[in-house]
Structure formats: structure tokens, C-alpha cells
């Protein structure tokens, strides 16, 4: 195991504020939030529309603008499925939002249309993302499969047996890395989609919550709900540039990491974890950066 070193000034203990401010970054919070627990957020890739999904079975979606040193989210639109909605994507124009859940199903909303629903399981979708290469949408469902979809047929293009149910998913084409209960990590070249690259066993001892595929698709991020995350090389020469670190943990206190992001230009990424906190970190210099 492998700590990531501090940025000058910086306490990798900064969780352990007994008395720590809800909004330390004074970050601006929209308009009209979910009422419920948040479970996906993702904004358009061409524009400043953000779209939330939550607990409380509702896709919402506001417009970010600035107006002089604040931010102003205005409320756009909204549809409902009939039960809490797990996951997000959007559609490489930025004119569709995909939204899958809790009702088996996903539904395809082009903003200010009426949504259609274009995929099914036969348990909970978990995680969904629109391959823009292919022009194909895949899902990964509690049912122990990953179905891939031309969203134009009411049937999957392929069906892809898992070895347990999906709890993520992650695409940097021709990359794609999916996180099972059992930690196991299973990785596909989407050039062969039906054939299993590589099955990895995770680094982390407990259960994996979220993956994040490298955006040079050498590699992937795993993180658990035991305030870890795993950095791992696809190349067996770079076995030693793997390791993992602690985040996310407060004292004796530990939670889980929920999500981890790529920034899309400088590849510093994100960690967002139960604990209320999202952290900016290098993973080639192995440096906290915030």
C-alpha cells in the first residue's frame, strides 16, 4: 500500500475537523434539489446543462450560468420513473440524457421531448454509458449481466453473462472496465465487445463501489467502501507502478469512495466520498493536490 504524499501545506488528515463546516468550499448549491439521496450527476458534453438522479425516482436537469462571482442554476425540466434512479449518461451531442434504475428499465429523454424507454433487465440497473463509437449504449444490471443496445431495437444487440451482479462501469474507448460484488474486475476491448479482455481479482480487500477508466486507457481506478482506492496498469510491465491509498477517513472513522473522475485535460482526478468531501489527486506524482 502506497500513501499519496501531501501538497505543500496540505494535511492528509484534513477530515478530522471535529466540528467540520457543510460547506467548507462555499460551493453553490442549485436551485430545486433532489429530495432525496443523489445518485448520478452528469453534465452535457456541449453545453452547461447539468442533470442530477436520486432517490426520490426523479431526473432533473438545470442550466449553470454565471452572473458576476456567483453561480446561477436554473431549473429546466424533469421526468420520473416509477422507481429511484441509479444512473446517468448523456449522448455525445449533448441533445439526450439515457437515465436507468431501480424500474429495470432505461429511459431515453431528448431534453424537451417525452422520454422513451429503450432498455430493460430483469433487476436494478446500476450503471449505464453511451459508447459514441459504436453507437450503442451498454448496461450493467444486479441481474449479472452487461447488455449492449442500438437504441433504434426493442432487443439487445448482445448479451454479456457477468460473474456477479455489476456495482460499476467505466468506457474510454476501446476501454471498458466493470467492478462486480466478489471484487472482481473484468476489462473489455469494446473492438472485440463480446469476449472478455482480461479478469482481475481486486487490489482492495472489500467491496467495490466505483471505477474510472484511464483517459489514456492504459489502466483503471477502483475505489471501496472502505475509503480506498487501487490504481492499476493493464501492462504487467507496469506492475509497479500499481498501488493503492487511503481517503476518505476520519479518525477511526472510515466511508466509502463513491465516485472517482478524470479531469479531461490535465487527468488529475476526483474522489467523492460518503463522507461529504471530494479530493483533487495526481496519481502519477501519487500527490494530494486538494
Known amino acids: 500500500m502506497s500513501k499519496f504524499m501531501a501538497a505543500p501545506n496540505a494535511n492528509l488528515n484534513s477530515n478530522s475537523n471535529p466540528n467540520p463546516n457543510p460547506n467548507p468550499n462555499n460551493s453553490f448549491e442549485v436551485a430545486q434539489p433532489p429530495n432525496d439521496s443523489i445518485s448520478s450527476l452528469s453534465f452535457s458534453p456541449k453545453s452547461n446543462i447539468l442533470v442530477a438522479t436520486s432517490w426520490d425516482n426523479q431526473v432533473r436537469c438545470w442550466e449553470i450560468h454565471q452572473s458576476g462571482t456567483n453561480l446561477v442554476s436554473q431549473p429546466k425540466a424533469a421526468i420520473s420513473h416509477d422507481h429511484p434512479v441509479l444512473c446517468s449518461t448523456w449522448k455525445e451531442d449533448g441533445t439526450t440524457v439515457f437515465s436507468g434504475g431501480c424500474d429495470k428499465q432505461v429511459k431515453m429523454w431528448a431534453l424537451g421531448g417525452q422520454p422513451v424507454t429503450v432498455a430493460m433487465h430483469d433487476a436494478p440497473i446500476k450503471e449505464i454509458a453511451w459508447i459514441p463509437e459504436m453507437s450503442l449504449l451498454v448496461t450493467g444490471s444486479l441481474d449479472k449481466t452487461m447488455k449492449y443496445w442500438d437504441v433504434r431495437q426493442p432487443n439487445p444487440v448482445h448479451t454479456q453473462q457477468l460473474p456477479e451482479r455489476c456495482y460499476a462501469l467505466s468506457v474510454r474507448y476501446p476501454l471498458m472496465v466493470v467492478g462486480t460484488a466478489d471484487r472482481n474486475l473484468i476489462v473489455f476491448n469494446l473492438q472485440n465487445p463480446q ?69 479531461p485535460v490535465h487527468h488529475t482526478f476526483t474522489t467523492a466520498g460518503s463522507d461529504g468531501s471530494f479530493t483533487f489527486w495526481d496519481k502519477d506524482s501519487k500527490q494530494r493536490l486538494k
Not at 200 to 215: D, E, G, M, N, W
Request: aromatic content about 12%.
Open 195 to 263: 469476449t472478455e479482455f482480461k479478469r482481475i481479482l481486486s487490489s482492495l480487500k472489500y467491496q467495490t463501489r466505483c471505477v474510472a477508466a484511464f483517459p489514456d486507457q492504459q489502466g483503471f481506478l477502483v475505489g471501496s467502501i472502505e475509503g480506498r482506492v487501487g490504481v492499476q496498469h493493464l501492462d504487467e510491465k507496469q506492475n509497479d507502478k500499481n498501488f493503492t491509498f487511503k481517503c476518505h477517513r476520519e479518525g477511526t472513522r472510515i466511508y466509502s469512495v463513491n465516485s472517482l473522475n478524470f479531469h
